[in-house]
């Protein structure tokens, strides 16, 4: 009988293991995947793809006790020979083969080149064949970039007094209602995809006072543009006994100042590969709602059309004003009109029809909504029936407040949203693993 007593150390290194000044001269074994293979005729180079990065191998005829024709791009090995010191190798280090063991190998020709530092496809192709395209260095680096962007959020939270809980995503009845529900059968009741996880941070409010959650959010919006999917990854929090809205954007400075900490930290070859240059996080410029649309406007002459929400050419005016003015590439937006808010966003009690809630633009695109919620029972059935609801279907959310709840709000920040224009990139399939919107539904 065996007992295992945790993870079993291997005779396989790892990058970092290979770095070690020690190790040059030594005999080493290192597994991988064959990511490209170039003959120069008198030696080869073979370079395997780790979980850190590349290993660049050295095969020499006569010195390895095997064929170079045995080996073949996306291959998995495992390399055994001597490390040695080299300049131009990554890492400065790399492995004289001597021996090869193969675990796998591929039926066919790779059908892109993801060896090459821009594969030059077009973003269809790639999404076609993500499990393959994922594999190239750079399309790697902007999911380990997001990442990062999840421990920074859940590791900051932690430290600030926050429980991660996990809500369902099948109920009764949407958090925001409207059209944009996925319906299905469930058990032959009726039943909905979570737009959000809203009404369960709110109960858990009342359970924990801090509540944070990362999971997928579902909305059945017909857009077929650069920013918008029909899954999407949020990143919520919920934060109880709160003087403020402004509580709410606090923390959310916090948290991006210690996502953008983190990923300097530990992030350091995923930045470098992407040439991505953090943004300034150390203060972050606030404007109302009605002056952040004035100011674009006279600034840059486009004439205001819809005074109750924001479009995505005036985010981008606001983001571009408050970058050459302030040089913030961020900015909360406030006090967004009572209209085009949920039921249960808090009202400025100074112009009832504005709301003590904001957007978090970063260079000119929504990437956060949050606010103060209401959480008087009484003040929330009278905005209930203001809207034309009905307290049918709504109980179990309204026991929380019958109860007694402390004032509090919350956000949700879209995850791809964030890691897109941290990148540099342009549309959000870019940095969604395996996208779904109106025309895709695999892989």
Known sequence: MEFLTGVKQKEVLEIGDLLLPEMVGREVKVNGAVHAIRDMGTIAFVVLRKREGLVQCVYEPGKADFSLKELREGGAVE???????????????????????????????????????????????????????????????KFRIQDGIVRGFRDFLVTQGFTEIHTPKIGARGAEGGANIFRLDYFHRPAVLAQSPQFYKQMMVGVFDRVFETAPVFRAEKHNTKRHLNEYTSLDFEMGYIDGFEDIMAMETGVLQNIMGLLKKEYGRELAILDIELPDTEKIPCVRFDEAKRLASEKYGRPIRNPYDLEPEEESLIGR??????????VFVTHYPSKKRPFYAMDDPGDPAFTLSFDCLFKGMEITTGGQRIHDYHMLLEKMAKRGMTEEGMEHYLMAFKYGMPPHGGLGIGLERLTMKLVGEDNVRETTLFPRDLSRLEP
């Open 321 to 330: 004003y408050f970058k050459e003015e302030y040089g913030s590439d961020f």
């Open 79 to 141: 390399v055994s020979g001597v490390l040695a010191a080299s300049e131009k190798a990554p890492g400065g280090v790399e492995i004289r083969m001597r021996a090869v063991v193969i675990f796998s190998e591929p039926v066919q020709a790779m059908p892109i080149p993801i060896s090459k530092w821009k594969m030059n496809i077009s973003l269809e192709t790639s999404l076609d064949l993500r499990p393959v395209s994922l594999r190239n260095i750079r399309e790697r680096a």
